[in-house]
């Protein structure tokens, strides 16, 4: 049976043999793999020869004791040294500490109590465990793959950070669109601090969030009195965003009123108070984020024309997670190493077979639902890997695969850049059927609803690569 501690190697220092091997038989059968040496010069050579996670060693020695093995292979592996468990005679605590003071983790006093030995071993290797996870992380947030805490390597993403450089540098307001939990707000602070606002405030407001009887108020402040429950004076975001950023999410839901309004400060930077007759000056970078179709809300008379060109000028688009493959197996690193050290698990890898799962999935919540499904998986993960069976059992059961055998649903997606005509559609449908049924075209027939002469007909007249691709996995 593979346990779980099978990977975790041991070198046992004791010259008392019969001590020495009752603990190498506790190690093995506790499953660790563990090498026996009764001498501190052997242990050293066997240190430097393999790797070793832990050197549990006996003091007292023939020859050179613990102390010296312990300062000796500090030296020699300065980067990669294991962790030492010492084991004095009972009494001998300045020389324990001493130890300790020499970099030791901890130390038992003999005689050993064989549980409290056990457990000592493990919160060590939990300790080594969350250690290296700590280095991890700082070395994929020092990598390159990040840009303001945005973590991408996929050409989508830094392609992205170069065009938010560029943006970042002009004042003009800015359109983030994208689905939901792609990452807009974190784009929206990305050019906040690229931009010569950085020095500023960054206040996000969402839209959507305030009701619409306050949200002018909400925006443009208002005067004393000007209605009823409106007791003092009141700045509004506008003036409190001053000299920074205002993130205005879901920018798609703000009533029609208030647009003309909004167009108003994006046009010459001038707010008026509800019930004042004051105009006052703001100098503020606008951001807006939607995952609506403004365009289309544009033409459904729910955004204004006006408003919508004015944001679009520097519009940038966060792409969905599904179409940047090479970003899935960065994130979730990341968000494993996050949330292991935030939950203090010694979970360190996830498994091939998960992570293909992940890879294959279309990931509708993006990056949100990536960063939730791996903080569930920390949590029910019980050894040092993520296995498949961790992951929630939505993603588990998606079979879209990438593939060539796509869901139906896979088959027909259609995106906003590329329109496919109806009759492209019909074909990718009819060969994404025929693939279901193994090339069976009596039943691809029965399914579609068309004769079987149809369908011959219409493989015939099918464009060549469409064919191609279905041939090639229907087995025609
Ligand atoms: N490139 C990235 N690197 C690291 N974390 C990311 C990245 N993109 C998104 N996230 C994380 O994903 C989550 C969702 O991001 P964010 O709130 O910015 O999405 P959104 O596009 O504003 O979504 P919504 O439209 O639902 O508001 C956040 O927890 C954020 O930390
Ligand atoms: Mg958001």
């Known amino acids: 049976m593979k346990r779980e501690t099978d990977v975790i190697r041991i070198l046992l220092v004791e010259d008392d043999e019969a001590l020495g091997s009752l603990l190498l038989e506790e190690l093995q059968d506790a499953g660790y793999r563990t090498k026996l040496a009764s001498t501190a010069e052997k242990a050293l050579s066997l240190a430097l020869a393999d790797t070793f996670d832990i050197i549990i060693s006996d003091l007292r020695l023939p020859g050179a004791d613990g102390l010296a093995l312990l300062k000796n292979v500090r030296n020699r592996l300065p980067e990669t040294a294991p962790d030492f468990l010492m084991i004095t005679a009972f009494g001998s605590v300045e020389k324990a500490v001493e130890c300790l003071k020499a970099g030791a983790e901890d130390f038992l006093t003999k005689p050993l109590d064989l549980e409290h030995f056990h457990l000592t071993l493990r919160r060590m290797l939990e300790k080594r465990a969350m250690r290296s996870t700590i280095q ?12 303001h ?19 970042a540098k002009a004042d003009g307001p800015v359109l983030v669109h994208g689905e939901s939990g792609t990452g807009k707000e974190f784009i929206a602070r990305a050019i906040h601090n690229e931009s010569s606002f950085s020095d500023g405030p960054f206040l996000v407001v969402n839209c959507a969030g305030i009701p619409e009887s306050l949200l002018e108020s909400e925006f443009f402040g208002h005067a004393a009195g000007s209605f009823t ?3 003092g004076k009141r700045e509004g975001i506008f003036a409190e965003a001053e000299g920074g950023t205002l993130f205005l999410d879901e920018i798609g839901d703000m009533p029609y009123a208030l647009q003309a309004k909004v167009l108003r400060m994006l046009q010459d930077g001038k707010i008026r108070p509800v019930g004042s007759n004051q105009e006052r000056q703001v100098h503020v970078r606008i951001v807006a984020a939607t995952n609506h ?36 197996e960065l994130l979730a690193a990341l968000f494993l190493q996050q949330h292991a050290l935030r939950l203090e698990k010694p979970v360190r890898e996830i498994s091939s077979a998960a992570m293909e799962t992940l890879r294959r999935y279309p990931f509708p919540g993006n990056v949100r639902e990536l960063h939730n ?22 993603i588990r059961k998606e079979r879209t695969a990438r593939g060539p055998v796509g ?14 005509s109806l009759l ?13 049924v193994a090339g069976n ?11 079987r002469r149809t369908l011959y007909r219409r493989l015939t007249e099918m464009p060549t690569d469409a064919v191609n691709r279905h041939a090639a996995t229907a087995n025609l």
């Open 373 to 394: 499904a791996i903080e569930r998986a920390v949590v029910f993960c019980a050894g040092r890997e993520i296995q498949r069976k961790d992951l929630p059992s939505r």
């Open 424 to 436: 492209d559609i019909e074909n990718r449908y009819i060969a994404h059927v025929l693939e279901r």
């Open 441 to 451: 075209k009596r039943k691809a027939a029965e399914i579609l609803g068309i004769g």
């Open 293 to 328: 179709d403004l365009e289309k809300q544009v033409a459904d008379g729910k955004f204004r024309e006006d408003l919508f060109f004015r944001l679009e000028t520097f519009a940038l688009h966060a792409p969905p997670l599904r179409e940047r493959e090479d970003d899935i």
């Open 136 to 147: 991890d992380l700082r070395r994929v947030q020092a990598d390159q793959s990040s840009f």
């Open 149 to 167: 805490g945005m973590y991408g390597r996929s050409p989508q993403m830094l392609n992205l950070f170069r065009q938010i450089e560029q943006i």
């Open 407 to 420: 869901s139906a649903g896979e088959v027909l997606m259609i995106d906003d850049h590329s329109l496919p």
């Open 229 to 231: 429950g409106a007791q």
